[in-house]
């Protein structure tokens, strides 16, 4: 099952991708797990990255789609991954079509998280990282994911921000990124239904409404994957 996850920074993106992986059992590949993780050994790759990521732009696209595109070459990606955090503009999403149509690989389902500006705004400020598992889910904006003080709520260890989380204008950034219709993410989106018309309905398109809470969240997004 090869599936691309779409939603704003903010939309809980991370969490539900989280779910999808574990009922497909297949690799949750994430463009800014992967640029973090290199940042945090200190990578060649990791120091390019940085200075984009801090002020919330994009990393450039000659840097970011060749990546990528080996990443989905690895063995574990076989019989299927879920691309979460890619593509991120209208020009990653063709080149990973043609490069996905040179292989004869299908695209299966593309989800779009749908979520207001503004809420998703609020839940970044208030997104609290665990330093055993970036996956459990804490915010102190949010109710049903609040920390048990200042702790992860699964797992008690200590909890951290992301840089870019604290920063308004880095947000205000990634949010013009994701919601222009033009060229950005939302383009990108534009494009996948504009295709799954054109090619009888594949891939399947999955709108899911981001505003419930996670539970809530997951529980349509099952019930329209059918597992
Ligand atoms: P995320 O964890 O998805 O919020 O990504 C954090 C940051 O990594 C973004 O704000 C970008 O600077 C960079 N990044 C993530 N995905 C991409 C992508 N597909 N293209 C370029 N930069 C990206």
Redesign the pocket.
Known sequence: MKILFFGP?GSGKGTQGAIVKEKFGIPHI????I?RDNIGRGTDLGKEAKG??DR????PDSI?IPMILSRLKEPDCKNGWLLD????NLT?ARELDKALSAEGIDLDIVIEMVLDRQIAKNRIMGRRLCVNDNNHPNNIFIDAIKPNGDKCRVCGGDLKTRS?DQDEEAIDQ?HNIYYDEKTGTMAAIFFYKKLSAERGGKPRIVELDGRPGVKEVSADLLAQLGK
């Open positions: 920074n994430e463009t800014g797990v640029f984009y990521i919330g732009e994009l990393v970011t955090g890619f593509p991120r990653q870019d990634r």
